[in-house]
């Protein structure tokens, strides 16, 4: 329970600024009217001689002390009272000088939550401790879940913390565990429910739940309620309004009510995230790669496809050159090789020509030499001037020849 005492420090300044004390009262630890009376004369003797423009309370244990102090100084600051549900409100309501801040630790949405994330689970199981608080809390659940008949509702108190946690771990996976307060033990140990929470969390079979903002980042999975942070925000608004005195302060608002989930714990449990309901927060959410760096993944595949696309092209560009400089370098070696069957035919019909001369002279010579010989008698002169014409022409032929064979020799690379 805590308690914030603001008074005023006005200058020559149009604009104020406020002192804030604080105090605060262990209820749990020290619990009492003894106790809580001692507490309050603290306050009496503290505050005696100040002026307080406004008493803020947070818990419905601070409520009480507050307005005793305000009944034992004559104070008539105005009190601005938070953390408390729609029971504790209605008990104030219409009073003047008060402005509740209503909180709701949604058990009954706890509940639901998780059949959302565990459908097919068949058994609950309520976590509830031994003090006074933890006994009222145990009394509202039961109040909560009782038109609950599609599945086992099984409410566990008055164990030890050793107890408690031996008892978590046996659950199993398709229970739903929901730990309320435990401020103490079957044992007598005063303990901060946020550390038994965790406590029992780490050893859990089944996943758990719980309906304090506290308990978050503590092995639960989630809960549902109105987060501290929220509550205090909205109580130092309404407190700001009413030091400035705005006419148009409500008696009472409410802080929402959030669906709060670990994802942590989600993945734990095995549990499907994407069963949550649509307007519940995911904390400590660790993205994959993929979610983190979607952009830079998106434009590494598109630079790497571009480029692999170049290389590509390049590569089918230089195959495609490489293959018509073969198809031009075989069409150039064709256009050659006809080259040379036309220049063969005219150097043929060249040789023909150049042979034919002297190959006529020889056969000319040859019968006009037989021609002679028939003669009786024979002209024996003319005979050897027609064999020396005859070997003249065969040396011309010959000559022919060896040129022809010395000039395909020069251009051609020789003969095959």
Request: aromatic share 8%; hydrophobic share 45%.
């Amino acid at each position: 329970m805590k308690a914030a005492w603001h008074r005023s420090s006005r200058g020559g300044q149009s604009q104020s600024r406020y002192e804030i004390y604080g105090e605060y009262r262990d209820a749990q630890r020290f619990p009492g009217a003894a106790a809580e009376h001692r507490f309050v004369d603290a306050l009496v003797t503290k505050y005696t001689d100040q002026t307080l423009d406004a008493i803020v309370t947070v818990g419905p244990e601070a409520l009480p002390v507050a307005i005793e102090f305000q009944t034992r100084t004559g104070s008539e600051a105005p009190v601005i009272y938070g953390g408390v549900q729609a029971a504790t409100q209605s008990q104030y309501s219409g009073v003047a000088g008060f402005y509740g801040v209503l909180s709701s630790f949604d058990m009954r949405g706890t509940f639901d939550l998780a059949r959302h994330l565990q459908p097919e689970a068949k058994r609950a199981v309520i976590f509830t401790g031994s003090a006074v608080f933890d006994e009222r809390w145990k009394s509202i659940a039961e109040d909560m879940m009782s038109d609950v008949r599609d599945m086992e509702v099984l409410f566990v108190s008055g164990l030890s913390l050793q107890e408690f946690r031996d008892r978590a771990a046996g659950l199993d996976a398709s229970d739903i565990l929901i730990i309320l307060t435990i401020f103490e033990d079957a044992d007598g140990r005063r303990f901060v429910p946020a550390d038994v929470v965790a406590a029992i969390a780490e050893v859990s079979g089944a996943p758990s739940y719980g309906v304090y903002s506290s308990n978050i980042g503590r092995g639960v999975v989630g809960g549902s309620f109105s987060s501290f942070e929220a509550t205090g925000a909205v109580m130092a608004q309404q407190a700001l309004k009413v030091l400035n005195h705005q006419s148009n302060v409500a008696p009472s608002v409410t802080v929402p009510v959030t669906s709060v989930l670990d994802w942590r714990q989600l993945k734990r449990y095995g549990l499907d995230a994407e069963r949550r309901p649509a307007d519940s927060q995911l904390l400590f959410y660790a993205p994959g790669p993929w979610e983190r760096y979607r952009v830079q993944i998106v434009a590494a595949i598109v630079i790497i496809a571009l480029q692999s696309s170049t290389i590509a092209a390049l590569v089918v560009m230089n195959r495609r050159r490489r293959r018509a400089a073969e198809e031009l370098g075989r069409r150039r070696m064709e256009m050659a090789r006809l080259s040379r069957i036309a220049q063969l035919g005219e150097l043929s019909g060249a040789i023909a020509h150049e042979l034919n001369q002297p190959l006529t002279s020889i056969l000319a010579n040859a019968e006009a030499g037989s021609a002679m010989l028939a003669q009786d008698p024979p002209d024996i002169v003319e005979v050897g001037e027609v064999l020396r014409d005859i070997a003249e022409d065969d040396r011309r032929a010959a000559d022919i020849i060896t040129n022809l064979r010395r000039l395909m020799c020069n251009g051609g690379g020789g003969p095959r």
